[in-house]
């Protein structure tokens, strides 16, 4: 247990007062009057260094003997946090191994704990590496607040940098996006019956064996190192289906990430913390071993529903992270009925909630950061009987080309505490370049939700009135926007397109058109007809409006025409917020089928027809039909599919696609 005389011997205890030295006079200073406010309480520099850190409650543990009740109460509870911790971290093929102690070891600012129950005196961190493994201490850094966590990484993370807003830009090493390739979901009796497997499931199987090798090879991994960060938080907003969720991890980036990106909890609730409901074994700087059955590569994502737990190997992207969480939402979710949503949201001023769905790139995060309307989230959202709520604490913006002008809430919110994952910056001014694509396209800014200032918190809001599907169309003849029938937004819902331009090589690009089901089919647990089922019920239910926004090209495909201007598509979505397109006059388009408003103010009468902003009508017309074909033959795979429990239902969105 915790004892004083070892506190004190650690330099970091009370000392006996020792009595002020006189001070001497000189003849010069004789004259100057004796500034006593100027004196500093502290006897020593180290006391005086610990004076400028007040301590707070939960993350800094508590120094010195401040409190008696309270300190007892801390140290009790420490204790059981550090149990629980080391638990998670047990090999569990050893009966001995790495022990896990409070605190950072080359900080000294930290007090290291012991939490051996059996062991009732205090154990020092070793001086000497030993290669006994039972004999080794990894120190956990637990819930540490971003300016602890800034300054570990920039203190022991090369490539960690303060930029001149004050975000702590990082690099994510040689993974910059997920690797769906190398997600693996356990196989037993249970998931076999439960999951999506096969052709199109994103869930490849792993064998439970498999799972404990590759977590066994993390946990060795995490207890190897001198320390590891322990994120405690919480999953969704709706106080009725929060999910508790801890985060091991080896990097600060990884910790202030999960920081931003997770529910904060409050000290009281960190208090009551208790079990997590979920683990992540984040072991990303350790490849996977690639003789390992069911290894691929030297990535592996590796989740066991059973066990409650995911095991990162070889990736150091932080947003398997956070998708992987969100895989366990989907499976987690439809269990209570309820529907999760790879959706951002919004809510106007009189309460009108906004759903927009789409893939990654068509502008989920954009258009749901809105100045005009309450931000409830920008990705990952559930929606109940009672309400809509987010699921995270935080956003991750895309930030390439981001421009103050055009996404301000975006740019405002990359300060203190953000993470800038994978920009250029410049070496001195440390002004960060956001046009610059020389680690990746895929920049990356993580802040927590409150950064922007009319998040609605808490993040939740009533059902939603309309429901957007984003297509970023790199073809350019979906129309920038149309309005779906019930049916038609099942079609596309299930169908999840987008064509985005992939690569940065010479010469021409070729869109490449993407479906993925729900318009996330990478994080999708069971079949995408219960998903889709369930949101048709909803939709029903609460009379929500369905609407098909082309975030993508106009006036022909990537090459010969243009993006649709960003001002351009939030005219349209003001339009369906306000309500005032749904009285408009629509037109039916050939193929397709999409309702057209004939127009919508402030936006060029000639942009809503794709087929007038096309100077080569017959290229118009050949594009058109590739890919309708595209759809057709994509939605194959769902045609012997019953969508709930509604036939009528599932003939009509059969019926919704391209007729040609
Ligand atoms: N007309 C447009 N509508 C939405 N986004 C646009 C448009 N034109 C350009 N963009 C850019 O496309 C990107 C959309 O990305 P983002 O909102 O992060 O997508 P998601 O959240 O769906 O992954 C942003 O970088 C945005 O600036
Ligand atoms: C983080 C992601 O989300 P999005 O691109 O949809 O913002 C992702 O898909 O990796
Ligand atoms: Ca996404
Ligand atoms: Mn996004």
Redesign the pocket.
Known sequence: MFQKEEMAANGTGVTSPRTPLKSILTEKAKGIPNDSAGTVKAQTIEELHSLQRKRSAPNTPLQGTAGAFANLSEDERQRQQLQSISASLASLTRGTGPKVIRGDPGGGKYQAVSHVAHHHHHIEAPVISVSDSSLKFTHVLYNLSPGELYEQALKYEKGSFLTSTGALATLSGAKT??SPRDKRVVIDDTTQDELWWGTGSPNIEMDEHTFMVNRERAVDYLNSLDKVFVNDQFLNWDPKNRIKVRIVSCRAYHSLFMHNMCIRPTPEELENFGTPDFTIYNAGQFPCNRYTHYMTSSTSIDINLNRKEMVILGTQYA?EM??GLFSLMHYLMPKRHILSLHSGCNMGKDGDVALFFGL??TG??TLSTDHNRFLIGD?EHCWSDDCVSNIEGGC?AKCIDLSKEKEPDIWNAIKFGTVLENVVFDEHTREVDYTDKSVTENTRAAYPIEFIPNAKIPCFGPHPKNVILLACDAFGVLPPVSKLSLAQTMYHFISGYTALVAGTVDGIKEPTATFSACFGAAFLMLHPTTYAAMLAEKMQKHGATGWLVNTGWCGGSYGSGNRIKLPYTRKIINAIHSGSLLKATYEKTEVFGLEIPNEIEGVPKEILRPENAWADKEAYKNTLLKLAGLFKNNFETFTEYKIGEDKKLTEEILAAGPIF
Do not use: E, Q
């Open positions: 996006g997920r947003g956070k998708k990654s790139g989920k995060t990705d991750y």
